[in-house]
């Protein structure tokens, strides 16, 4: 983790609250109307024994998913600053046991569902989010609600637009809102207990308990709906790498969790003293004089909600695309101070259109709460397996204390996939339909390029052989003046480019270097140790290979990495201003079936059209790259 995140600098917290805790900040406005909702299929009923229980179900719900799971345990498994299930699946994936890599692949498998199913959540968030502050209209000025779905539109199409600006950009800005949120919220909860503290009895886990066993048929189908309390809990520590546990830690447990207590307490109080106002209890906890400020800021609040999923889904995107399961996407790093802050174009744009299909299509935040939770509590569910894998792996923790832990962590998030499975007629399915086709891209990419990957290494060849043949053939090819620079993707094979110049225009330049960037699992390399160069068995035939090595948050910069290069050690000066830079470029086609079947093999051919340029991505030099083809067939 970089200094300055690990310092937990003041400007960091703030950036965190208007980046990290929107989603799980405005869970407020809908999780109590939603378990108390009259047109659910099994309501619960309002009276003081159900709201005291689902109350104390809340607050303890929230205390051991979000804070014991996601803040106090996950957000200690980073890998190397970076957070999210991605980082998760990295770690298990390199901690392997001995004698147990089936159950770390398995587990890593999982994982990327998770991952995927991620992906369903990002999509939902931010239409719930905002129809659900939007709809407070409807509660201040009744004749405005037909202007509820298209002022939701606007608000989205606007947030998304507004992405390209970086995250810190957009931190600094919501931050300071955000904490006026949630003193704002702190401070109605108060007042609502201080009319009606006997709600604070809740705090005991024994009405929790009391509810589940008294009441078992109904506090089982309102899990469902408790479990929009702790969404957000993901994106929370998928956006580690933005702003560093310290931060995301002390804004959560000194503002974020205690203002979102009181609120939900508050709003039992005012259900305990008036069942009447089921119907919106976050706003009708609110004086009359203030619902309509209160509209406005919950809107804004909303929109802040849908910011920490997405800058969440650009961590977990950019994190699967370096370990091979999605291509390479056009990256933006926003800041120069914190470089897990980063902006993922394909998938902003991506992510609104799904938004608003979702808001057009089903309207009301009520109607889109039985979609919501089903990949939240999935994904909670493999977190906290791969936490307990890791803990053993990484951390050596006798078996016997992690299942002390995980045993009853797993039981409270499995009860909540089962409620959840419940709402698969009336919406849960979405996101599983979501999540599935993520999965199956995922899936299929990383199955797509060990194909690819094998059948380049049986094209290229061996770059010794090759190299050998150059100094022992009868029919040495014409040298020509000038540097090349072929990208490669290790020194053990020939890059398709060369080999064609040497087999087909019988040339080769005079200086060759083949190069590969090699990302390591630690966010920066520096730059004494950036570049390595290898020989390859002869010091005096102008051909070399150069490894340049980069973080995982570094971008590769190949003309700057060559420029570290010492004269001496090249087999000769290289003309670094004028070299030309060759690609080669695999064109894929559909061929006979073998590894992959048809459906797959085509998906997998469709997915590599969202690959960035490769001469951008490694800032080449336009006019002096080219790009020499071949084909293949899958």
Known sequence: MTESRDRARPGLVIGALGV??????????????????????????????????????????????????????????????????????TQVRRWAVPGRRRLALTLAGLGIFGAALFVGDSMITPAISVLSAVEGLQIVAPPLSRLVVPLTAVIIVALFLFQRRGTATVGHLFGPIMIAWFLTIGTCGVAGIARNPGILRALSPTYALGFLAGHLGVAFFALAAIVLAVTGAEALYADLGHFGRRSITRAWLFLVFPACVLSYFGQGALLTAHPEHVSSPFFLLVPSWGRLPIVVLATVATV?????????????AEQAARIDYLPRLRIVHTSEETAGQIYVPWIN?????????????????????????????????????????????????????????????????????????????????????????????MTTWQRGRKVVHAERVRREGSLREFIDELRESDSTPTIVDGTAIFLNRSKETVPLALRSNVENNHVRHRHIVILSVETESVPRIPESDRVRIDHLGYGD??????????????????????????????????????????????????????????WRR??????????????????????????MGSRIEI
């Open 602 to 627: 085509n998906l997998f051919i469709a997915t590599t059209y969202l690959s960035a340029d490769a001469t951008d991505h490694f800032r080449l030099p336009r006019d002096r790259t080219v790009i």
């Open 20 to 89: 990290v805790f929107g989603d799980i900040g405005t869970s407020p406005i809908y999780t109590l109307r939603a378990v108390f909702d009259p047109a659910d299929p099994h309501p619960v009923p309002v009276h003081r024994e159900s709201v005291f229980g689902v109350v104390s179900l809340v607050f303890w719900s929230v205390l051991i998913i979000v804070t014991v799971t996601y803040v106090l345990v996950a957000m200690r498994a980073d890998n190397d600053g970076e957070g999210g299930i991605m980082a998760l699946i």
């Open 541 to 598: 035939d102008g051909i070399i290979h150069v490894a340049v090595r980069v973080g995982y948050l570094d971008r590769p910069d190949v003309p700057a990495a060559l420029a570290l290069l010492d004269p001496e050690e090249t087999e000769g000066k290289l003309d670094l201003d004028r070299a030309t830079y060759f690609l080669s470029e695999v064109e894929l086609r559909p061929g006979p079936e073998n590894a992959l079947s048809r």
């Open 304 to 316: 802040i909600a849908s910011q920490a999923v997405i800058t969440g889904a650009y961590s977990v």
């Open 349 to 441: 744009w991506l992510l609104m259109v799904s938004v608003l299909t979702l808001v057009l299509a089903f309207r009301s935040s009520t109607a889109l709460a039985f979609a919501f939770g089903m990949a939240v509590t999935c994904t909670i569910s493999i977190t906290t397996l791969l936490l307990a894998y890791l803990a053993h792996a990484k951390w050596r923790k006798p078996l016997w204390l992690i299942a002390c832990a995980a045993v009853p962590l797993l039981i409270v998030d499995l009860s909540f996939v089962a409620a959840n499975l419940t709402k698969l007629a009336r919406g849960a399915w979405l996101p599983l339909l979501v999540g599935i086709i993520a999965f199956t891209i």
